[in-house]
């Protein structure tokens, strides 16, 4: 199966300029989606994770579903305001501005094999802010899991103290 065909570039969005990859036509495809999860499984198993961490909202797609076929818990990472106990925030840089990142402060034990999951690895930040708010449970290991990289963008860069696996590179 080839993962790219089934994921449509929508040309400048959000803005101009941008090449949007909408995985929706990825989910819409029953057979598509079952192999995708299949191979991000075998990846994930690689690091025999504990915990599995997934960044709102696309990395939830892939992250509920590594957690329950790996029979691990699920911690979400969310935009500020949106849980609704103590967090840790992380702040990062976006082209246009800034964004917040949360965690909550009980969001898992210290010392445990995480892996962390996001749809789409760009320019890092996003990641790097997940990374920083998972450290503050003092991982044992982590692992870094997207269903497709940016590779122009260079976010690998900023996260290559880590193990980064990638389905898809453009």
Known sequence: MNIKEKIRVVPDFPTPGIQFY???TLLNDAEAY????????????KSDPEIVVALESRGFFFGTVLAYQ???PFVPVRK???LPYKTYQETYQLEYGTATLEIHTDA?????????????LATGGS???AVSL?????????HLLFLMELEALKGRKKLNKYQIDSLLTV
């Open 22 to 24: 909408d995985i929706t």
């Open 34 to 45: 079952r192999g995708t999860m299949d191979t991000m499984v075998e990846l994930a198993r």
């Open 70 to 72: 790996l029979g691990v």
């Open 80 to 82: 500020k305001g949106k």
């Open 108 to 120: 898992m034990p210290e010392g445990k094999r995480v892996l962390i999951v996001d749809d789409v």
């Open 127 to 129: 990641m790097s802010a």
């Open 134 to 142: 998972v450290n503050h449970f003092h991982p044992a290991s982590i």
